[in-house]
C-alpha cells in the first residue's frame, strides 16, 4: 500500500498535512493537559 502511495504526485502534499494535522492535535491535547493539571 505504501509503495502504491508514494507513486501518487500529491501524496507527500497530504503526508505533511496529515502529520501537521497530527502534532496540532498532540499541541491541543497537551495545552488541555497542562491546563486541567494547573486548575
Same mark, same amino acid.
Do not use: Q, W
Given at each position: 500500500? @505504501?509503495?502504491?502511495?508514494?507513486?501518487?504526485?500529491?501524496?507527500?502534499? !497530504?503526508?505533511?498535512?496529515?502529520?501537521?494535522?497530527? @502534532?496540532? @492535535?498532540?499541541? !491541543?491535547? !497537551?495545552?488541555?493537559? @497542562?491546563? !486541567?493539571?494547573?486548575?
Amino acid at each position: 500500500m @505504501l509503495g502504491i502511495f508514494s507513486k501518487t504526485p500529491n501524496f507527500d502534499f !497530504v503526508g505533511k498535512r496529515r502529520i501537521a494535522g497530527g @502534532l496540532s @492535535l498532540v499541541l !491541543v491535547i !497537551v495545552s488541555i493537559g @497542562l491546563l !486541567v493539571i494547573r486548575g
